[in-house]
């Protein structure tokens, strides 16, 4: 950061109280409930929070900050860090060639939006065991998962992970993981010092990261806007979604279909 902290500070207060005028037109273009000097407060406090921490948000363009908080308020999520919907991340931009402020989504703002819509009936995620009767039906097909025993001891190793959702129309959406690719994630998490992966809920982590991975599938489903389906809101910092996800199905399904039994 080239500019002195009181010139930065100057700079990124201007630049949010500018953009009021825009923040405000899309509250009122889509009917969301947010007030703009405390969405601004908590955006200027996560950022100045960064100070001499590398490639945090500080040393990225201040219109990517800009960027992501107007981002937040067209897609009508609080950027408040107790409700857990939304936050900033920095990421390196290959086309810029520096690190950029962007907007992503935790697993808490997916099911908001994914309710809010109104085409969506229910959510349901969850890991599944290698004693367990698992069956993939195929990614517009509800999954087979029943299991006789409730102690995951019992269940043997774990076998992969599905989020689905039933749509109001009753049709179904279902997205599938392996589980290298889940406890790949898992490990990340460790990594980071995120002490729940190492505690009794580390099933209900997984679920959150299969939540945060079934959005890539069922976003553009249920929403047309061409900022609900920006690519970086598909990505999160404890989930990394692969280009390779397709080929996965398919191989679930040829390993849990009906023919494989």
């Known amino acids: 950061m080239s500019l002195s902290l009181q010139e930065y500070q100057n700079l990124l207060y201007g630049k949010l109280t500018a ?52 981002k937040a308020a067209k897609i009508g999520l ?16 290959e086309s810029s060639g520096q ?5 992503g989504l935790g697993y808490k703002g997916i099911l908001k939006l994914a309710y809010r819509s109104g085409k969506v009936k229910q959510i ?13 039906n195929g990614v517009n097909s509800k999954v087979t998962h029943t299991t006789t025993v409730l102690s995951k001891a019992m269940r043997g190793q774990l076998a992969g ?10 049709s179904f959406k279902t997205t599938v993981m392996p589980p290298e690719e889940i406890l ?8 980071m010092g995120n002490e729940a992966w190492l505690s009794v809920h580390v099933d209900q982590m997984r679920e959150k990261t299969l939540i945060k991975r079934h959005w890539k599938t069922l976003c553009p489903c249920i929403y047309r806007d061409s900022v609900m389906n920006d690519p970086m809101l598909f990505d999160d910092q404890d989930c990394q979604h692969s280009s390779n996800q397709q080929a996965y199905e398919e191989q679930f399904e040829s390993a849990y279909s009906r023919e494989a039994y």
Do not use: H, R, W
């Not at 690190?99 to 907007?103: A, E, F, K, N, S």
């Not at 992970?161 to 109001?168: P, V, W």
């Open 19 to 70: 953009c009021k005028g825009q923040f405000d037109a899309y509250l009122s273009e889509n009917g969301y409930k947010l007030d703009f000097n405390t969405e601004l407060n908590y955006v200027y406090q996560i950022v100045m929070s960064g100070l001499n921490v590398e490639y945090s948000f500080p040393y990225t363009p201040v219109e990517s900050v800009i960027s992501s908080f107007l």
């Open 78 to 93: 609080s950027l408040c860090p107790t409700e857990q919907l939304c936050f900033l991340k920095t990421e390196y931009s």
């Open 99 to 103: 690190y950029v402020t962007q907007l």
């Open 124 to 136: 349901n995620a969850n890991v599944f065991y290698e004693k367990d009767n698992f069956q993939y």
């Open 161 to 170: 992970g599905y989020c689905q959702t039933e749509l109001i129309d009753g």
């Open 184 to 191: 790949a994630i898992e490990e990340q998490g460790k990594a």
